[in-house]
């Protein structure tokens, strides 16, 4: 059987925005760098609440903000966790770090794909946005590792969040 990402999803409400500012004072912000559409990145599951990373504080050895909530309902907490640290145990371009949470619930996030990644990436416009990166940055697409291409939430900083 293999195991498949939640997808729940969510909006965040203004006064969680405004929290996610105000408790990561280290990284002062706008409020359009708080994610607010939000989409459960766990292992699917029927019980328990889903989260969701909305702000990093900055200091990676803070954790990250994360919201909380329940299925029909709209987040009513933000939760400053630290990352999961596992990794995949691979090395080089293969190697993948967990982007969830410690002590999160299923599996890794390396060991579930995202469907909705998997599509774009595997569409006809993502390889001509990449052919046209490729191209800008002077790398030779047929030298390129493939592997290099994989999910951002697997090869981003724990430092960096998009909005």
Known sequence: MSKHMCRATARLPLELIVLA???????????????????????AHTTGQHHELVREPGVPERGEVRARWSDGQVPDALDVL???????????????????????????????????????????????????VDRYLGRDRNTTDQRDRRHPRNNRSRTQIAP
Request: contains cysteine; aromatic residues 6%.
């Open 21 to 43: 500012l105000d408790i990561t004072p280290e990284r002062p912000g706008h409020p359009m760098e708080v994610a607010t559409g939000l989409r459960c990145p766990l292992e």
């Open 82 to 132: 630290a990352d999961c640290p596992a990794d995949n145990g691979l090395q080089g371009p293969d190697h993948d770090i967990c982007t969830l949470y410690t002590g999160h619930p299923g599996g890794h996030s390396w060991e579930f794909p995202d469907p909705e990644y998997e599509a774009i990436v595997h569409s006809p416009a993502y390889e001509r946005l990449q052919a046209e």
